[in-house]
């Protein structure tokens, strides 16, 4: 692979609009009628939210990510994919470089719904 060219310069403080947080990936189900998108329920420490990834075709198996800790972006607006609203957004690495995605992790685990930056 090639590393794609570094996007232009930003304002560090765009940065600090985006809310990532940590979140348990509790439960993952089919979206039905898709043949991409499961249905992730996400625990964030005091509550839990609705999360669409499409997810079906990079692996094997989704559910195998169950009790994983991942990082999620959690201040987009709600969106209906499929008939299922998503609260949120899985932050993965590699599916803008066509390889085969993974999930943004911690090192180590931390308390669901800690923030990233």
Known sequence: ???AAIKP???PKLLEQIDI????IERVTDVPDSDRLVHLRVNFGDHSRT???GLKQ???T??????RQALFVVNLPPR???GVISEGMLFDIGYADHV???LAVPERAVPDGTRAG
């Open 58 to 60: 990079e692996r094997e």
């Open 21 to 24: 947080r940590v979140g348990t």
């Open 62 to 67: 989704p559910r195998e990510i169950e009790g």
């Open 1 to 3: 692979m090639t590393p």
């Open 80 to 82: 209906k994919l499929k």
């Open 51 to 53: 999360i669409v990834a």
């Open 9 to 11: 310069t930003i304002d």
């Open 100 to 102: 085969t995605p993974v």
